[in-house]
């Protein structure tokens, strides 16, 4: 029995898709399905109920399957061990992101990381938050990046960086015109929100509290590309992370002000498991992560793009 048949069996339970588990150990489906078959042999037990549509275990397949994770997880920090000694950076780093940060902001910390480090192969999956501390605690993934992180029995977090939170209206909207405006003139509009069980969300209506400020959002939605698509035909305003909106504001199809009095930002956290042995390649991502090569405290003509332009 060979660690890559663990792996490719490990793979197959935790994404149910043979087509994942093929990619994910660059091999073919029907060498993936060669392997469980070699599996089922050695043991003698089918591991996967025949005829499910889904990947379905036996009782034998669920009691392999923990052992396969325990054992390539000794293997994979033994790599790592070795690895380190080697100097050498490359394997695999799985990455689960909330929609905003890994749509708008992580691909220029990936693309510079991959320049660096080529021999890595970095696999992101765009998720809601809870989704994403889940992926991490049940070992899915190696590193999740969540907005307002959240203290969580087995989770390390780390700060990655902070977004400035802007609003946004739509060209037509008697707000364009302006440079800043405040939260009680915000209330007093139609307000496009994130969904209530969203931390983005949360902090927002806690913000509008402390002023004493209540709002009933005309709409809500659980990804900001939604909420923007909303604000771009006017059905309302909203408060969205600045990194965004870029292109948006670069088309001319929303306009950007300020949230008067103190700036208001959004933290962004780097979670992965406690205890766990970070690989080299994990460790210097984070590193890349961390450097904060994007300025925090952009302007409003942030990337030579000005307001009302």
Partial sequence: ??????KAFRDLVESRSFSKAAQLNKISQSAVS???RSLEERFGVPLIERGSRKVQLTKEGEILYHAAREIVDIYTRIEAKIAEIKASVSGNIRVSAIYSVGLHELPYYLKKFLKLYPEVNIRV???????????IIEGNSDIGIVAYPSPRKLIKIEPFRKDRMVVICSPTHRFSQLKEVSLEEIAREGFIAFSSDMPTRRELDKLFRDRGLEFKPVMEFDNVETVKRAVEIDAGVAIVPMATITQEIRN???KMLELSGPPCYRPIGILYKSGRMLTPAMRKFIEILQKEEVPIDTPLDFLNIKNGS
């Fill in 252 to 254: 001319g199809t929303l």
């Fill in 34 to 36: 060669q392997q469980i």
């Fill in 125 to 135: 999956e765009y998720r809601h938050s809870r989704q994403v501390y889940q992926d």
């Fill in 1 to 6: 029995m060979q660690i890559e048949t663990l």
